[in-house]
């Protein structure tokens, strides 16, 4: 059974500072790996997604990568803002019919 | 483009009886999937349709069950309801292993 992991569960920084999500992954055989927000109570917004053979993605303020030989990824949000206050949730996909794979998250406050 | 759409929003039910969520695929998509989000936690893989078939299932018992049109769209039954079925469920659909486009979710509560 594949596992996925989010460090840290919570993070709570002031606005306009700059940080990293990180996300990590026990399937050596990952297909794609993807980023979603989260708000409360809400479905899940697609943020990125980064196949096995590319390293990262960038859109915007967010950049994401991924190093299949560690099982990590990282999602780097530049210049946060109170509006990306959110659950960011991870999940990797094998490219089978298993579904998505997800983390916890990690429940982000950004502080006016 | 429209997305992805689920229907109703939220649910009451009461333990033992069953219930029929629905969810539209995005256009063009072939492929929905399942997933079951209890508070706090990540959503839960439930099972896959592909082409009016289930193709893929994560560990829920029988008593979930699904179905997908010609149309692409599809329901997710779960009969005898539990407490523990209270969740967020979720919707998404793509064009096979693509990326995973999302619905809003129904918040289904057991009492």
């Known amino acids: 059974k594949q596992e996925v992991t989010q460090i840290p569960a919570a993070l709570s920084v002031p606005e306009g500072e700059n940080l990293v999500l990180n996300c990590s992954f026990t399937?050596?055989?990952?297909?794609?790996l993807q980023w979603f927000r989260q708000d409360p109570g809400k479905g899940l917004t697609s943020l990125l997604l980064i196949q096995s053979s590319q390293r990262e993605q960038t859109s915007g303020r967010l950049n994401a990568s991924l190093d299949k030989s560690s099982g990590r990824s990282t999602l780097y949000i530049a210049a946060s803002q109170p509006g990306d206050s959110a659950t960011y949730l991870c999940?990797?996909?094998?490219?089978?019919?298993?579904?998505?794979?997800f983390g916890k998250g990690t429940h982000l406050i950004i502080q006016p | 483009e429209t997305g992805v759409t689920q229907s109703p929003t939220h649910l009451i039910k009461t333990r033992g009886q069953q219930v029929t969520l629905r969810c539209s695929s995005q256009s063009g998509h072939n492929t929905v999937s399942w997933y079951q989000q209890a508070l706090g936690q990540g959503p839960q893989f439930i099972f896959q349709?592909?082409?009016?078939?289930?193709?893929g299932r994560g560990n829920f018992p029988p008593r979930f069950s699904g179905l997908q049109f010609p149309n692409y769209s599809s329901e997710l039954n779960v009969n005898a309801l539990e407490l523990d079925d209270s969740a967020l469920y979720l919707c998404?659909?793509?064009?096979?292993?693509?990326?995973?486009?999302f619905g809003p979710g129904t918040r289904l509560t057991v009492l």
């Open positions: 998404a659909s793509s064009s096979r292993i693509h990326e995973q486009f």
């Open positions: 349709y592909y082409r009016e078939e289930e193709n």
């Open positions: 999940a990797e996909s094998g490219g089978g019919a298993d579904g998505l794979t």
């Open positions: 399937d050596s055989a990952i297909y794609n």
